[in-house]
C-alpha cells in the first residue's frame, strides 16, 4: 500500500506498524480490534461503516451525513486551524528572521 500510493518508507517504518498492530506478535491481526483502534484523520474503518449517506454527486461521490461525519468534519475543521496558525506564525518568524 505504501509502495502504490508513494508513501515514504523504510523497512524499519513498516516493522513499527505491523508491531503496533499485531502487539502479541501472532503474525495475524484481530480485524474487530484493528477496525475500532486503526484510526486516521478521517476516522476509524469502523466509523467509515456506519456513516449514512445524504446523498450523491452526479459525477461520482457521496455526501456523507449523521453524529459521526459531523464528529469527523468537527476534528478536520480544527485541524486546519491549527495548520493555520502553526502557518501564520512560521510565516511570521520567518520574516523577523529577514
Excluded at 495475524?28 to 466509523?47: A, C, E, K, P, W
Excluded at 467509515?48 to 453524529?67: A, D, K, L, N, Q
Aim: charged share 30%.
Amino acid at each position: 500500500a505504501c509502495e502504490k500510493f508513494k508513501v515514504p518508507h523504510t523497512s524499519a517504518d513498516l516493522h513499527a506498524f505491523f508491531s503496533e498492530i499485531d502487539k502479541d506478535d501472532k503474525g495475524s491481526v484481530d480485524i474487530g480490534d484493528f477496525t475500532r483502534n486503526y484510526v486516521l484523520q478521517t476516522g476509524s474503518l469502523l466509523d467509515s461503516m456506519s456513516r449514512p449517506i445524504r446523498g450523491t454527486y452526479h459525477e461520482g461521490g457521496v455526501e456523507f451525513g449523521g453524529p459521526v461525519q459531523e464528529k469527523l468534519d468537527r476534528q478536520e475543521r480544527e485541524v486546519a486551524a491549527r495548520h493555520a496558525a502553526n502557518t501564520a506564525a512560521f510565516e511570521a518568524s520567518q520574516s523577523r528572521s529577514l
